[in-house]
């Protein structure tokens, strides 16, 4: 079976920096996505991991380490529309993706 | 016009009746997938489908069904509803090789 763990609640202020760990337990690991979900909308999709290391987009950074199990989601020079739930998803190599219960983000002026 | 559109976006019923939820999507993936979505529990992914002669059972399939009747259509099925199917369900479609989803916009479905 396949299982995720991150924090369940974030809080930070405007302008900081924050990170949102990830732990995964998964047999045939192929890779780890981020996403962002709003209240009342749609996930979208932040990154995507499949080799160890950083991935920069923007404002935002996903970290990978396999032999950990293990990934972090940066989000630097926060602003308050950056507050919501934030998902990381294992894709296994089957192809299929399994979220974790995410974590609420919230930004405070 | 969305590249993922799901049907119906609201849905009220009542315990025993059969529901249907239907998804399309005109990005041209092989790839789509059903998940549910209950507050404090995330995602969870009920069926998934790679070509429209490959249907997957997810984490959570037991009283679903899926049909897939084209490449573009992956529709949800809810035999006889009951109240804790109440939860907002998303569709998803994804190129082959990717980690990205592409979700609808969702559909709220409440069993009373």
Redesign the interface.
């Known amino acids: 079976g396949q299982s995720l763990e991150q924090p369940?609640e974030v809080t930070a202020v405007e302008g900081a920096i924050v990170q949102i760990n990830c732990t995964y337990q998964t047999s045939g690991f192929?890779?780890?996505?981020w996403?962002q979900q709003h209240d009342g909308?749609?996930?979208?999709?932040l990154s995507?991991?499949?080799l160890d290391g950083l991935e920069e987009t923007g404002r935002f950074s996903s970290f990978l380490s396999r032999s950990d199990s293990y990934g972090y989601l940066l989000l630097q020079e926060l602003q308050m529309k950056d507050s919501a739930s934030y998902?990381c998803?294992v894709?296994s190599n089957?192809?299929?993706?399994?979220?974790?219960?995410?974590t609420t983000l919230q930004v405070k002026p | 016009d969305a590249d993922v559109t799901q049907t119906p976006r609201n849905r009220i019923t009542k315990t025993g009746k059969r529901i249907m939820l239907e998804c399309s999507q005109t990005k041209g993936h092989d790839r789509m997938y059903w998940y549910r979505q209950d507050p404090g529990l995330g995602l969870r992914l009920i069926y998934y489908s790679f070509d429209v002669k490959d249907i997957n059972k997810g984490e959570i399939s037991d009283g679903y069904s899926v049909s897939r009747q084209a490449q573009a259509k992956f529709s949800l099925s809810l035999e006889s509803a009951i109240p804790n199917q109440t939860a907002l369900y998303f569709c998803a479609t994804s190129a082959q090789g990717t980690g990205e989803l592409f979700f609808g916009e969702g559909s709220r479905l409440t069993v009373l």
Not at chain 1, 30 to 33: A, D, I, K, N
Not at chain 1, 41 to 45: E, L, S, V
Not at chain 1, 94 to 102: A, D, S
């Open positions: 369940s192929y890779g780890l996505s996403y909308g749609a996930p979208t999709f995507y991991n499949a998902f998803a894709k089957t192809g299929k993706l399994i979220f974790g219960q995410g």
